[in-house]
Every structure is written in structure tokens, then in C-alpha cells.
């Protein structure tokens, strides 16, 4: 029978097998240097004029930030030993397939991660809130399963698996610096793209925009009403959007589209690059 040289289960298993053998303790030592971090930063978030205050639970904001900013430095490592050649040969000569090399890194640096942030998390939680008991003896006051039960929490994590997309994308571009380069570029394009729509906002309704920002890609834009408004003539504005289905469509894209479009594109990048 012939070998399958682009995805075999057994050999992607031991891969991965391979993988967290050789890098289980920093993955280790991650969880307790994360930890850490959080602690000192939860130390910083809840204290005032150096009081800790166990009603000041301000842990959602940290666990996002937290999340993005580990998470996108953790994935703009990810092909790192491309960069250097004696371990991109390494690398190369692995004996497994681009795809299973490429699933393996997704994994680690989407569920992986995800897996080592939340134990990290909950370690500085309970870290905080054992200091909190002998500094006061209360309980830390919990509001991150509050902010859950509210339906916009979770686009959060639609946002963070973009980012972590794009973030994927520019590591495999850009072996060295990735993360400056990557932001720097993502900026541009989102830049260029609100002075696109601006243009395109102008050319279609003129002098009936309100201002030059009031607009919003892929959402609306703030028009005047009335057909020759002026300082004697009370003006009336008003936001047209797009039609629910283009919306619901637009929304859907990204949520669930967006970031499996830019996984696949990493991967054809990356195949392209080893040939």
C-alpha cells in the first residue's frame, strides 16, 4: 500500500506525541511564568493607593488583554526556527507531511494556548484570592461568569481567533520580527480599507455625508435628509445600514469563515515555501 504523503492519523499522532515530548517543560514553565504575570498584574488591577480591595473584581479586562497579547506573541513564534537555518533544516527534514506539520502548529497555538492561558489564569486567581482571605479574609468578587452570560463576550473570541490568524499568516511571511511586521501591515491594510470606503461613501452620496468619518465599513453611514439643508433649516441625519440579510451574511463571514480562509492561506504559503 502506498504511503500517504499528505495526512496519515497514525504519524500525525506520533508528531504531535514528538512535539509535546520535546517541549513539555516549556510548555511548563510558560503556565508557571504566565501565572505569575497575572498574579502581579491582578495585585496591580485591584489595589488602590496600594489597599487591595477585594470589591474592585476587575479580572474581564485583564483576562482579554491577557489573552490577546500573549496569545498573538505566542503565535508570531510559531515558525520561528525558519529563520534560523540549522534548525529550519531540522524542521524541514521531520518526517511528516507540510499538513501535518501545519495542524500541528494550529493546534498548539489556537487550542494549546487556549488550554495554557485558562489553567495560568485560574492558578493567578486563586492566587489572588487566597491573599485577598489573609489580607481581609473575603473572597475575591468573580465577575467574568457575569460578563459570560452577556451574548457579546463571546465575540471576543471570534476577534481573538482572527487575530491569531492573521498573526499565523505573518509568521510564515516574516521569520524574523514578525509581530512588529504583522501589526504594522494589518494596520495599513485596515487604514487603506476605511479610506477606501471613505471614497466610496463620497462618490455615491457627495455633500449629503454628515462628516468625512461618519461611516463604518461593511456596517452604515450617516447621511442628511432633506434637500437643501442649511443654518435656517433644522438638518436631520440619519444612519442607513445594510439590509439585515447582507448583514447577518457580512457577520457570519467573519465569525466563522474569515479565520479558516487565513488558516488555509498560511498553509499554502507555507507548502509553497518548503518546496
Known amino acids: 500500500m502506498q504511503t500517504n504523503n ?6 500525525f499522532g ?24 497575572l498574579l502581579i498584574m491582578l495585585l496591580l488591577n485591584l489595589s488602590d493607593n496600594f489597599r487591595i480591595d477585594s ?18 506573541i505566542f503565535t508570531s513564534l510559531s515558525f520561528s526556527e525558519l529563520g534560523n537555518k540549522p534548525h ?11 499538513l501535518e506539520k501545519y495542524l500541528s502548529t494550529l493546534l498548539v497555538t489556537t487550542i494549546g494556548f487556549q488550554l495554557i492561558y485558562h489553567f495560568a489564569f485560574y492558578l493567578a486567581y486563586l492566587g489572588i484570592d487566597a491573599i485577598l482571605i489573609w489580607h481581609n479574609g473575603q473572597h475575591l468578587k468573580n465577575d467574568l461568569h457575569l460578563a459570560f452570560d452577556e451574548t457579546p463576550m463571546v465575540y471576543f473570541y471570534h476577534i481573538w481567533f482572527f487575530a491569531q490568524a492573521v498573526m499565523l499568516l505573518g509568521a510564515i511571511y516574516f521569520q524574523k520580527y514578525s509581530l ?30 454628515s462628516r468625512w468619518d461618519a461611516h463604518f465599513p461593511f456596517v452604515g453611514i450617516n447621511v442628511i435628509l432633506g434637500e437643501n439643508p442649511s443654518e435656517h433649516v433644522p438638518r436631520t441625519d440619519k444612519f442607513l445600514m445594510l439590509p439585515a440579510n447582507v448583514r447577518d451574511g457580512l457577520l457570519f463571514s467573519a465569525k466563522y469563515l474569515v479565520a479558516p480562509m487565513l488558516w488555509t492561506l498560511g498553509y499554502m504559503r507555507l507548502r509553497d515555501k518548503e518546496m
Open 6 to 11: 499528505v495526512f496519515s492519523a497514525g504519524r
Open 88 to 98: 529550519g533544516i531540522d524542521y524541514l527534514l521531520l518526517p511528516a507531511s507540510q
Open 14 to 37: 506520533l508528531y504531535i506525541r514528538k512535539h509535546l515530548v520535546d517541549n513539555y517543560r516549556i510548555y511548563g514553565m510558560s503556565v508557571i511564568v504566565l501565572a505569575v504575570l
Open 55 to 72: 470589591d474592585m473584581s476587575r479580572l474581564v479586562p485583564l483576562y482579554f488583554i491577557g489573552m490577546f497579547m500573549t496569545g498573538l
Open 180 to 209: 512588529i511586521k504583522t501589526v504594522f501591515l494589518f494596520a495599513v491594510f485596515i487604514l487603506s480599507l476605511y479610506f477606501l470606503n471613505t471614497l466610496f461613501s463620497y462618490a455615491f452620496f457627495g455633500s449629503r455625508i
